[in-house]
């Protein structure tokens, strides 16, 4: 039955100019109907007379059981009424007990709003599962964004709703689109609406300052009231229920390499049951508004401090810089595909973004530039001296390399432990801190200091330069000599 606001509408519109075919293609009513009420505005629609049904003869008591039990269910109500003679089936038997109850008994009409070409867009997230990256699962969304005059389609998955990935998805839905509209519409989400009280509206800054580049307008719909964007609420549920079922998918950028494929030959290509026609041919891209000159950067950003392994630990992996920037603040900006790293303004490396956790993305030229330090490092003469003292200290020292200690440091201060306590003191202190993984100058000191007892009192003499009193000399190697004695008996036998 048409009610009053349907034949309102069906007026605004004709007054507009609208022709009765237009007319009954947008309301989807018969044209006879709306020249009829064109004509005759105050007609009244004559009532259907209700028709005969199975339950008649069982209504009151089955209006007794919802009474005795209000939750009671269609199928218990089928088995009682069965065992009376009830010949039917269970389907009228719910729709009953809704009538009963109240359940859908009325429902809300609300008048169709056709946008301008170019003045509108609407946006809408929605929850698509998971994807498994081997030892990770990661959510799975989709940002839908729609023209809303010609229902012009754009999707953008991702594995977050954050901010960035909101402003990234519309950046590349205009860019789609080849332009943007004047308007925004969206729901109360948190990265666009932060407060609301009432028709007050607080919308989120970071988002105001992304619309403010495009000169898009913000709209919010009310709480709970899903038909203010009743066009982007069902592109969801057609996304839903065309791309997704029997597919499968890789990764996020097989997800969105599938889906754009699916806009180009399904969603965008069909004529639209509403409008009757493509919304590829009822785009007019001379209708929206071009794109600026400066585009913003919607990369998700972060600020790390660089690790002694020379990683940074970003979204549960790590990901390796040049060992130069070791202790340095960096700053890390990724997208779907990449994870970008700059010191300053200084791009440093680049890496392929990695969807699975706790993994380490290395380049190989990290690694042999870290291999290339350590070998320099071999070469001072601090270090050749602690390397005479025997294969402990070798081996201490590699265990040093290895959990990024600085080494350097470190070597200074154990050579000053071996002038103090002596050197096989040190080796015995080293042994044991090697056995327990105790790698620093402080835990060898510790040793010493609660074992041994120093070999010297009185500091040694200090020359005026500076210079000489770093001197050391390396122990001397007993095998040496004993090759040496070993020569001389063979040349006298």
Not at 236 to 243: E, T
Not at 432 to 455: C, D, F, R, W
Request: glycine share 4%; hydrophobic share 35%.
């Amino acid at each position: 039955m048409i009610d009053r606001r349907t034949i309102f509408e069906i007026h605004r519109l004709y007054d507009q100019g609208f022709s009765r075919r237009e007319i009954a293609s947008q309301l989807r009513m018969d044209r006879a109907t709306i020249a009829k009420y064109i004509r005759h505005p105050e007609t009244t629609p004559a009532r259907k007379k209700k028709k005969s049904s199975k339950l008649d003869p069982y209504r009151d008591c089955i209006h007794d059981m919802v009474e005795q039990y209000p939750a009671i269910k269609a199928p218990v109500v089928l088995q009682r009424i069965k065992a009376k003679g009830f010949a039917g089936e269970i389907t009228i038997v719910r729709n009953l007990l809704r009538e009963l109850r109240g359940e859908g008994s009325q429902k809300e009409a609300f008048i169709r709003f056709e946008s301008e070409s170019g003045h509108q867009i609407q946006v809408d997230w929605g929850h698509f599962h998971s994807l498994s990256y081997d030892n990770a699962t990661r959510k799975l969304y989709a940002l839908a964004v729609v023209e809303s005059h010609s229902r012009m389609l754009y999707v953008s998955f991702s594995h977050s709703q954050r901010q960035e990935c909101l402003h990234q998805g519309l950046l590349d839905a205009f860019r789609y689109f080849g332009g943007c509209a004047g308007e925004i519409v969206v729901d109360n989400m948190m990265t666009a609406v932060t407060e609301r009280v009432g028709s007050l509206i607080r919308f989120n800054e970071a988002f105001l300052d992304f619309l403010r580049i495009f000169s898009i307008t913000p709209h919010a719909c009310n709480v709970r009231a899903p038909h203010e964007k009743g066009k982007i609420e069902n592109n969801i549920k057609y996304i839903r229920h065309n791309f997704w079922p029997l597919r499968t998918f890789a990764d996020l950028a097989d997800v969105q390499k599938q889906v754009v494929i699916w806009l180009d030959t399904v969603a965008n290509v069909r004529v639209h049951q509403t409008t009757g026609e493509r919304p590829v041919d009822r785009l007019r891209k001379e209708a929206l508004r071009p794109l600026p000159n400066g585009l913003p950067d919607c990369r998700e950003t972060a600020s790390l401090k660089v690790h002694k392994d020379f990683g940074v630990r970003f979204d549960g992996n790590v990901y390796t810089v040049p060992p130069w920037t070791i202790g340095k603040n960096i700053t890390v900006k990724a997208d779907h595909n990449s994870v970008a790293i700059y010191y300053k303004d200084r791009s440093i490396a680049s890496h392929p973004r990695c969807w699975a956790k706790k993994r380490r993305i290395e380049l190989p030229s990290h690694a042999e530039q870290v291999k290339k330090i350590r070998r320099k490092l071999y070469l001072d003469q601090q270090i050749r001296i602690f390397l005479s003292i025997g294969q402990i200290a070798a081996d201490y020292l590699e265990k040093l390399a290895d959990a990024r200690q600085p080494i350097k440091k470190t070597v200074t201060r154990l050579l000053k432990l071996k002038d103090e306590y002596g050197e096989a003191s040190l080796l015995y202190a080293l042994q044991k801190a090697l056995s327990k993984k105790l790698y620093g100058a402080e835990y060898v000191h510790n040793i010493l200091y609660q074992e041994m007892t120093p070999v010297t009192i009185h500091q040694p003499v200090k020359l005026k330069e500076e210079a000489l009193n770093a001197i050391r000399l390396p122990s001397p190697s007993l095998e040496e000599y004993d090759c040496l004695a070993l020569q001389r008996r063979r040349k006298n036998d």
